[in-house]
């Protein structure tokens, strides 16, 4: 993409992503990051990016049939959540926003959870959640805060810059890059930098805030606002899992042994639309968008692979035959979630219900009854 017009600042060295792994799929040096894991490893985050897009590709088509009320797709940012999930340790906590299906599925959240907040059967009340993940964030920017409250009481908890470190732990929250244009976010950066509370800012920036682009909002790259908050940033390619994981590895090793808080900027490309009633046509060309599917992040590391001889058409067939009976109980799954009951609405309020609410659910009720009445 071209910079604005009254955008005429000559990029830097630093503004280069971080790449440990080019899109033809060829490994790169670098002087301060490495990968340290082993092929192995790399196919098992081959697997679980594809599980994600497969996940992701099920839920849209669910809301295309109208079984659900909404989907927010993760397209073409995959490297980004399942590289960064993998840096993640117990007793690191994990504040997501509303995209991170891939870290959800990575951190053990059964994506059949993930939909009834999307069908409108439950909130985020997921029984397969973890401790360690939060609820899904809709208030754009607004988990950052939460973060770093958290990462704050982590500090007094005594569980950061400890000698054994296994001890030490480390909060990371997501969030895009129009919700650096939220208050909430930088008033998160502020607190966090005046605390060295040991929180990571994970930043995908998939290039658009719905359709207003990240050159209009920001006059610089996203990873350098960072320094005016006097913590480190850094920006990684966001395609790349390798680079991803190397780079976030370091950040939360950082913030976990007292360092404070780093700003992590994944430069990536949402694929595909903001949410299903998005529709990017209107706002970007075919053009830009053929451009970042040739960094497709899973072909990338599918080739880098399979020159390896680390994966062959007998585990490619495995994985279609795996992603296929995963959607097929996705879509089971989705038409048999429970109906809520209208009465939680007012029950699961107050541990003691007010009087008011009491009559008003009174009232709700009976009118839901004579519906079944009528029939």
């Given at each position: 993409m071209t910079q604005s017009a009254g955008n005429n600042r000559e990029p830097s060295v630093a503004d280069v992503p971080i790449q440990l792994l080019d899109p033809s799929g060829r490994r790169l040096d670098h002087p301060d990051f490495h990968y340290d894991g082993t092929d192995a490893d790399l196919v098992a985050s081959l697997r679980d990016?594809?599980?994600?897009?497969?996940?992701?590709t099920e839920?849209?088509?669910?809301?295309?049939?109208g079984e659900l009320g909404l989907w927010p797709p993760l397209l073409g940012q995959e490297a980004a959540q399942i590289g960064s999930a993998r840096a993640v340790r117990d007793p690191d906590l994990v504040v997501p926003s509303y995209r991170e299906h891939g870290v959800a599925w990575c951190r053990g959240v059964d994506p059949v959870d993930l939909l009834t907040t999307f069908r409108g059967t439950g909130m985020t009340d997921w029984p397969s959640r973890p401790d360690t993940f939060y609820p899904y964030a809709f208030v754009i920017g607004s988990q950052t805060l939460h973060a770093v409250?958290?990462?704050?009481?982590?500090?007094?908890d005594g569980a950061v810059g400890n000698d054994d470190p296994d001890a030490n732990g480390a909060v990371i929250v997501y969030f895009g890059d129009g919700a650096t244009s939220q208050g909430d976010v930088n008033e998160a950066f502020?607190?966090?930098?005046?605390?060295?509370?040991p929180v990571v800012f994970f930043c995908q920036n998939n290039q658009w805030a719905i359709s207003e682009p990240a050159i209009v909002q920001s006059r610089v790259p996203l990873y350098r606002r960072a320094a005016g908050f006097g913590f480190p940033g850094v920006r990684v390619d966001g395609n790349d899992v390798l680079a991803v994981q190397a780079v976030t590895e370091w950040a939360l090793d950082l913030a976990r042994r007292g360092g404070g808080p780093v700003l992590v900027e994944a430069f990536?490309?949402?694929?595909?639309?903001?949410?299903t009633s998005d529709d990017p046509t209107?706002?970007?060309?075919s053009?830009?968008?053929?451009?970042?599917?040739?960094?497709?992040?899973?072909?990338?590391?599918?080739?880098?692979?399979?020159?390896?001889?680390?994966?062959?058409?007998?585990?490619?067939?495995a994985l279609v035959a795996e992603a296929d009976a995963l959607a097929a109980r996705l879509r089971d799954g989705c038409v048999s979630l429970p109906e809520p009951d209208l009465a939680d609405f007012w029950d699961l309020v107050y541990a003691?219900?007010?009087?008011?609410?009491?009559?008003?659910?009174?009232?709700?009720l009976a009118y839901e009854a004579s519906f079944e009445e009528a029939r």
């Open positions: 990016m594809v599980l994600a897009r497969r996940i992701d839920a849209t088509a669910l809301q295309r049939k409250g958290m990462a704050m009481a982590q500090q007094r502020g607190f966090a930098a005046a605390t060295s509370a990536t490309y949402r694929m595909g639309a903001h949410t209107k706002y970007r060309t053009d830009e968008v053929a451009e970042w599917r040739a960094k497709d992040p899973i072909d990338r590391l599918r080739a880098y692979l399979t020159a390896a001889g680390a994966i062959d058409d007998a585990w490619e067939a003691n219900t007010p009087d008011l609410l009491v009559r008003q659910r009174e009232e709700f």
